[in-house]
């Protein structure tokens, strides 16, 4: 186990490394000069020269680098270009706002996909599979601007000053979202479990007269929700790139809302820590999910899990 989380996590840090170099060149493709952002549009080119120095907009690439990754090591990632807060300061405000709406969207999508994907696999090739499948396809096919008239069509109250104003506002986000990961995990469940429900040592429960509920839900399902923890683990990655178009909509000031107007105003480092953070909770969601693995099946061992993900 301990060989298995050095690996990883030497694995995880030359990925993130990679990554910090792509973020910051890619940044500075971005057309528009950051010290024009900075300056405003009446800055004189004295002004401009001193916002560049003061910054080291003018040093080599690499240097600015090197300058840049050392202060994140420790915890630096700058000061927004726009509204001169702290980058850390200005996550730390957002992040847990997404983190609701992903926890929320999660929670939906776990409590329609896992029932339904073993029901429809327990009932394989009869009229609920076809229907438990059909209702996949729509949720997948919901678009990010559905609104229902009973509840606020956008807006955010912040939980601690009302609980249920904040639900009424995120439950419908959090729909958006839950519903097309509900119908991915929905199916990974079904076909994990069919393929499960036909291994020789469920054929032989089944010939000692085991109750079915005993079958599905001591011996295999535990099983059937490996691979579903690997989508599951992706797929929280991917909430984040969908929290960025559907916190547009819903009008919702998390994470998602916070990179769109930084590369709209050309924030070189708020851009720039935004992504890092991601990237950083993306490697560590898949280094969880890794790890779980074995949690879920002790059999399996963690090395030989390693080398299948």
Known sequence: MAEFLIRRVAISIVTLFVISLIVFTGVR????????VMG???????????IRQKYGLDDPIPLQYLRWI????RGDLGESIRTRESV??????????????????????LAIAIPAGVFSAARRNTVWDLLANAVSLCGLSVP???????????????????????????IMPAFVLGAGLAAVLMRQTRN???????????????????????VIFRHAFRNGLIPVVTILGLQTGALMGGAVVTEQIFVVPGF????????????????QGVVLITASAYVFINLLVDVSYSLLNPRIRIGGAAGGG
């Open 88 to 109: 850390v300061w200005t996550v730390a405000r957002k992040l847990p706002i997404t983190i609701e709406l992903a926890g929320l969207s999660l929670l939906i999508a």
């Open 70 to 73: 050392g202060l994140a090591l």
């Open 256 to 271: 998602g809302r916070l990179i769109v107007e930084a590369v709209f105003t050309r924030d070189y480092p708020l851009v």
């Open 144 to 170: 990010s601007s559905v609104r229902l008239h009973w509840l606020p069509a956008s807006g955010f109250v912040p939980l601690w000053e009302s609980p249920l104003g904040n639900l009424q506002r995120m």
């Open 29 to 36: 493709m971005i057309p528009g000069d950051p010290a024009r």
């Open 192 to 214: 994990s479990m069919i393929e499960i429900l036909s291994a020789d040592y469920i054929r032989t429960a089944w010939s000692k007269g085991l109750a079915g509920r005993a």
């Open 40 to 50: 405003g549009t009446d800055a004189d080119a004295a002004g401009l020269a001193e």
